[in-house]
């Protein structure tokens, strides 16, 4: 049989919990149908709830605390091979069409071909210009002045995504002679939280205010409590109509972009696997917070669903699973072995119709800015149960049954004592010595201060990233919850 070609369309920011028939129930039919067609994976988590960290633990399949990337201002090094090395050495073409975020001179790693620029930036410079590119928008695309600007219009992240589609559609449009694995890379759902108008007016008559908006649950900690964000009843509905319209808006995106990959491996004779997942998710207000970098369940579960010949239909698989798993799920896929020295383990199993252990254990880290430097923080899901915990708040300590309570709205350590020491231990066995990871970062965000210097001296290299976008979309939407 020959070699299949694979398409994952990767998102940003997606929490599976906004689609057809989840907590928030939005039109989705692409992603319906995909669910129907093929294997979804309904216990998926990021490797981080951070965009650099997350891709970067994707493509090398290695946690955060072993290529030392936990921020958005650190990179893979050039020396560390991904999973699209592995695919290039059986004979693949490896195409990047649009976002994944690396920063510095490498804008491959492994990509053999990019097609459509970044959106986000590629330099560890921060330019002046990002500003008048993006007008009122400028602060918007980090959590706590997202709530600034709401509404139904325009954005940078609507016209770039549009960019990134049609790149891709005329791509497989065209022929090719090699094996293909394609990335299509869009910045959507990320906020700025503004859909289409239509999609933003459909979906305020629809959404709820997020649970517990207005309330700081007691178990959350001091480096949780200041991503909080006070904001309005008509705002924090607001980013919820936003963010299901983007949502919708981009599910209409992926069924345009399957249709040409059908057509495409139809016209190739050739097997195919359309995968579609995202980075981490956004929890849209909720707790009043904005965004992902926590380990709540709409922060860090990722959507994972794939479809293809030989691909199990109408399954899913409720184990707990990780972004480190692409990778290796893919290269047994493809035929290309497994990679060596990852954390990822192969999906390849589930994909045809095996169960997975549900005793296995999903770890996801993230290391939070404090005023006096960083501190490591840790999730740990296994089975039904999710430990968080933070360094130096060992005391609040958080333990939820996440199947009985997805919302996480009753926190059980003190009903669980033993179930608690149990996950302490595991967590200690994962990682004995996290002051050695943010001693690591401290040194890596003085290196970045280097770079910043070095790219100063001569000149920002910005030839892979977008600046086109219109001045149609630097003002305050057509409808405008909030604005500036």
Same mark, same amino acid.
């Given at each position: 049989m020959s070699q299949p070609d694979i398409l994952l369309f990767m998102s940003?920011?997606? %929490?599976?919990?906004?689609? $057809?028939?989840?907590?928030?129930?939005?039109?989705?039919?692409?992603?319906?149908? !995909? *669910? +129907?067609?093929?294997?979804?994976? =309904?216990?998926?988590y990021t490797a981080c709830p951070l965009c650099v960290p997350a891709r970067m633990a994707m493509l090398s399949g290695m946690r955060p605390a072993r290529t030392g990337i936990f921020t958005n201002m650190d990179t893979l090094p050039s020396t560390l091979p991904t999973f699209l090395h592995q695919l290039v050495a059986v004979g693949y073409e490896t195409v990047l069409v649009g976002r994944m975020h690396f920063i510095g001179v490498d804008q491959r790693h492994g990509f053999t071909r990019r097609i459509a620029p970044d959106?986000? !930036?590629?330099?560890?410079? *921060?330019p002046e210009h990002l500003k008048r590119e993006r007008g009122v928008f400028a602060r918007t695309f980090a959590g706590k002045w997202a709530p600034e600007v709401v509404g139904g219009g325009e954005s940078p992240v609507l016209h770039y995504d549009e960019l990134v589609i049609?790149?891709?559609i005329? /791509? !497989? +449009?065209?022929?090719?002679?090699k094996p293909q694995f394609i990335l299509v890379g869009t910045f959507g759902p990320h906020f700025p939280y503004v859909a289409p108008p239509e999609l933003f007016q459909k979906y305020w008559e629809r959404v709820e205010l997020p649970a517990m908006h207005g309330q700081t649950p007691a178990y959350m900690n001091p480096s949780l409590r200041k991503h909080r964000v006070e904001a309005s009843e008509e705002v924090a509905r607001g980013t919820r109509a936003a963010y299901c319209g983007m949502i919708e808006h981009m599910d209409g995106q992926i069924g345009r972009v399957r249709a040409a990959f059908d057509a495409f491996t139809e016209e190739r004779r050739v097997p195919k696997l359309f995968g579609y997942l995202s980075d981490h998710g956004d929890q849209a207000g909720e707790r009043d917070i904005y965004g992902k970098e926590t380990f709540f369940e709409k922060s860090a579960r990722v959507p994972m669903l794939f479809a293809g010949e030989g691909v199990a239909v109408g399954r899913t698989e409720t184990a707990p699973v990780s972004l480190l798993d692409v990778g290796p799920t893919l290269c047994q896929w493809a035929g290309a072995g497994?990679?060596? $020295?990852?954390? $990822?383990? =192969?999906?390849?199993p589930a994909l045809t119709g095996e169960g997975l252990h549900e005793s296995r254990a999903v770890y996801s880290e993230y290391m939070e800015r404090e005023e006096d430097g960083w501190r490591y923080c840790m999730m740990l899901r296994r089975g039904p149960w999710k430990l968080i915990t933070y360094r130096g708040y060992e005391e609040q300590d958080m333990l939820f049954d996440v199947t009985a309570d997805p919302l996480e709205e009753y926190e059980r350590a003190a009903d669980e004592p033993g179930l608690l020491?149990?996950? +302490?231990a595991l967590a200690r066995k994962l990682s004995p010595h996290p002051e050695r990871y943010e001693a690591a970062q401290a040194r890596q965000a003085r290196?970045?201060?280097?770079?910043?210097? /070095?790219?100063? %001296?001569?000149? !920002?290299?910005? *030839?892979?990233r977008w600046q086109a976008n219109p001045p149609s979309a630097r003002g305050n939407p057509e409808i405008c919850i909030a604005g500036l």
């Open positions: 940003d920011q997606h %929490a599976p919990q906004f689609m $057809g028939g989840e907590e928030v129930d939005i039109d989705t039919p692409n992603l319906d149908a !995909l *669910r +129907r067609e093929g294997t979804s994976f =309904s216990a998926a959106m986000t !930036l590629v330099t560890w410079t *921060r049609d790149a891709a005329e /791509y !497989l +449009r065209q022929p090719h002679d497994q990679p060596e $020295g990852v954390d $990822g383990v =192969s999906l390849a020491e149990e996950f +302490r290196d970045a201060q280097l770079f910043i210097a /070095y790219e100063k %001296a001569v000149g !920002l290299d910005e *030839r892979e």
